[in-house]
């Protein structure tokens, strides 16, 4: 039986470690770090992340603040929303909640906010900074996993890392991430994705697997070699008659028969989610520190 991945342990440690660096400050009597959460509309699963990241900022003791808009605002007053907290000294990190409203051009929002206070590392320069190894911020859900590999003491150097999933939140940058000689990565990496034509030649030959494709228990055992590492990006919601929320979250792997083969796996939840909103707060205090050096 695998050795679970613990994310919501690890998260715990993380945010232990962000708060004394809260309360250190508020000994120093000096400025805490901000977040700012712009929500526009009223997607209930949207509102639950943004409340859930506004609460793990104040456990912290860090400053954070929740904007919601009219989904029928316009580019053009969101983009001055964020201006105004580009250049706002009590915020370090700013968050626009994605999707947004189909009328509105994600990627002018995002690139709207400047790099420095951009905690989610969406933007084209830190993106780039990522991609050529240069110090930046990191987007949270892979700067979660690189920590879970960390502190589960699992080697990456010269290990085939596959990746099933290419979207700009979690494969490109992981990819990335991992293929980096800086910081110790230095994995060999493949990406797949949709179009391939047969998924299991290229899974059967990972020694870790990241999966973050969006679709329910899509990697079975029969994709995978023994003692392979499995980490599960997926949160996927379905139906089920035995809760009382009438759904539950299940993730990209099918975890009863993979954690029989695999030497370690996260579980959905408790894995990956967790250490999102943890890796969000330490973009933020990082954020602070280079914004009030
Ligand atoms: N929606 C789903 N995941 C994310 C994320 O990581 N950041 C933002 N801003 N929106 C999201």
Redo the contacts with the bound molecule.
């Keep these: 039986m695998a050795q679970i991945i613990d994310g919501k342990k690890i998260s715990s440690e993380i945010k232990e470690e962000i708060k004394s660096v809260c309360s250190q400050l508020v000994k120093e009597k000096k400025q805490l770090p901000g977040l700012v959460t712009i929500l526009v509309g009223n997607n209930p699963a949207?509102k639950a992340?943004v409340n859930s990241k506004a609460k793990s900022c104040n456990e912290v003791g860090m400053v954070s603040k929740i904007e919601i808009l009219d989904e029928s605002i316009s580019e053009e007053e969101l983009i001055s929303l964020i201006n105004r907290f580009n250049n706002d000294k009590n915020y370090h990190g700013i968050?626009?909640?994605?999707?947004l409203p189909k009328y509105i051009n994600e990627s002018n929002v995002i690139k709207s906010i400047i790099p420095e206070k951009d905690v989610?590392g969406?933007h084209p320069i830190n993106v780039g900074k990522l991609v050529i190894g240069e110090e930046t911020l990191i987007?949270?859900?892979p700067y979660g996993i690189l920590e879970l590999l960390k502190r589960y003491n699992i080697e990456t150097k010269g290990k085939h890392v596959v990746v099933v999933g290419r979207s700009n939140?979690v494969g490109k940058p992981i990819a990335n991430l991992l293929l980096q000689k800086r910081d110790g990565a230095n994995a060999v990496v493949t990406i797949v994705h949709s179009a391939a034509k047969n998924i299991s030649f290229y899974t059967k030959q990972a020694d870790i697997l990241i999966a973050a494709i969006g679709s329910p228990k899509f990697i079975k055992a029969e994709m995978l070699k023994e003692n392979v590492v499995v980490i599960d990006v997926g949160i996927n919601r379905v139906e089920d008659a035995n809760s009382p929320k009438g759904y539950k979250i299940i993730g990209d792997v099918d975890f009863d028969e993979v954690s029989k083969i695999a030497s370690f796996i996260t579980p959905v939840p408790g894995g990956v989610g967790p250490m999102?909103i943890a890796m969000?707060l330490k973009n933020t205090l990082i954020a602070y520190k280079h914004l009030t050096k």
């Design positions: 949207s992340y968050l626009v909640q994605l999707p989610d969406f987007p949270c859900t939140i999102t969000l």
